[in-house]
């Protein structure tokens, strides 16, 4: 059980809360929901009510205390800003030439999906409406998810579902188009509680690009807890980048489950530039040979930011390959925490597993938790791992400074230097250049 | 230009200059020697600002100006130029654009306008020829993967391009193969001339065989131990070190 909060004098476990919220939202949903996505729910939330939130003495959590910040009298809440007021929200954010944009606020779909639901190279629905029309399919990726998780943001997620996307690139097709979610959180007076489940689907040797971007406002907490599924046919191949431009007061905790089948290449960037508390767990599951997984992540974080990256990369069968690069830059009183876990299990004979981390401090009050984990049950592998935390060079700061450059322009070089390595690897052109600006606005700041 | 006076300096609590006398005029090219350890490179870093290099004593005045109160950057921005021993290889910065972020950061502070990328292009180009440098290493990130020699010719090259008035050569000769050695020296000589100052930090007579000195220092302990013109050079490549380390006398020079 968690830790109790006080909010006015009153006295709240942050389950109680989440019990309520769910008693409304099943009153809610009575007659109007297929009685079958009802019953998962209550299995999803049944397995979230048997251990609650994580305390601090939970393995998986000891870095990331979630109990105490989740917000009080959390709400779901309409999509807001049609018309005028939405254009202003949405400015600032760039333009994704020749894409597919769908985008969600406040965790609710505005994007009408008519002309998507069923191209010739992908299709793109609402669970809801995809559960219609492959309830096996749909029912049983989603209680298959539930049973396998081991986190508790996965159930919980389920239970309160809503506003999912079941997104199938049909096979042998490499849509000419890049898929992007975009997620608008803009909380005003009160908290808000977005939990959106997507499933994506990778058809035989399809190829594909989808992204997920999450952007959030400062004025008031909001709670999200996104759970992605993807499931890769046979010879498929997904780029999936996923960056998060969060507010200074959201709690954002992100479940992404990734299965692999024979032949299949995945790779993803996780990108994190700012948030209250941002934990991403990322698990990718290798069920079949030949399989190759890169990850790729970058959090750069100031103030008292806090980005959790846990990962696990599951060895299960033989000769597969997968390389894993996260790299963090921290200033301000911000924290980071990097877990990676590779599996190796015993027929996953001739894998080649590769992890590195490295993390820069440009902060005294900054800090980093990193920790590799393998597991390798297998004799003939080839694994390796690594792990680097330090300043800023010395060296290269007065080498830079000897030639004429203040030394808020070195700082600025080095820390840009030190993100572009990973920056440079991103394949969509649109996060690409999205993360590129809001790091260099950040670098003009020193 | 450039005064030293009585210059005591240490790098974590031990003492590496122990009174270091030494005046320096436009136009003047000054050779420091001496066996390993005796502060040459101690002198260069203090000179260009390294931090961990504490002075305890005495001064260094530039065109008048008290030099070690200044930042490593204001002093790139006075004219003044360090050529590394050792350069930093910074992986992810092209040298083009640091060298341009650099030669602007200068000319500002120097009240002169920012050069245009087409004209920092030709004034590249021009720069390169000097020490024959390879166009492929521009675009390349800064010393990375390079080879020694390579290096010490980005260092030259760097100096070319930003044109300081005071430049200060640390070792740059060591390491390089003849040909090299040439290539660096036509750099150095091209850029003498009445206004500009140079003082090249070597262990070897090798490189003062390519570049005529106006001056030789022998530094020993710390101390300018003798001066003279550039038949010291000659002479110390000759007998070597030990017949000074006999009998270090402090000789306060020109």
Redesign the interface.
Known sequence: MSEITTVNGIKKLPEDQISDLYGKLMTSLKEKEDPEYSRIRNIAYKKFAETGFPDFKHEEYRYTHIAQRIPQKLHFRAAQYHGNGRDKILNPIPVFENSIIIEFINGILITSLQALEENGEVGIKTIEKASKDNPDLIYGILRQEIELSKDPFVPLNTAFSREGLFIHIKENRQPGKDIYLIHHTFPDSSSIFTSNRHIILAGRNSSSRIAEIFFSGDQAPCFDIPFTSIHMEEGASLSYHKVQLLGKQAIHLNNTQVHQKKDSRFISFTITLSGNMIRNNLNIRLNESNCESTLYGLFYLSDSDHADNHTVVDHRMPHCLSNEYYKGILDGNSKGVFNGKIFVQPNAQKTNAYQSNKNILVSENASINTKPQLEIWADDVRCTHGTTTGKLDREQLFYLRSRGLSEKTAKSLLIHAFANDLVDKMEMTGVKSLVENKIRERLEQY | MLKIINLIASVEGKTILKGINLEIHAGEVHAIMGPNGSGKSTLASVL????EYEVTEGKVEYDGKNLLAM???E???EGL??A?QY??E????STTN??R???N??RE?QGKEAMDSVSFLTHLREKMKVVDLNQSLLSR?LNEGFSGGEKKRNEIF?MAV?EPRFAILDETDSGLDIDALKIVANGVNSLRSKENAIVIVTHYQRLLNYITPDFVHVLYEGRIVKSGKKDLALELEERGYDWLKADPKPVVNT
Do not use: D, K, M, N
């Not at chain 2, 910074?90 to 910065?93: F, K, S, T, Y």
């Open positions: 260009a600002g390294r931090e930042s490593p950057e002093r790139a921005r130029f360090l590394f350069p930093v910074i992986p992810g910065v640091f060298l972020t650099a030669l950061q200068i502070y990130s760097q930003l």
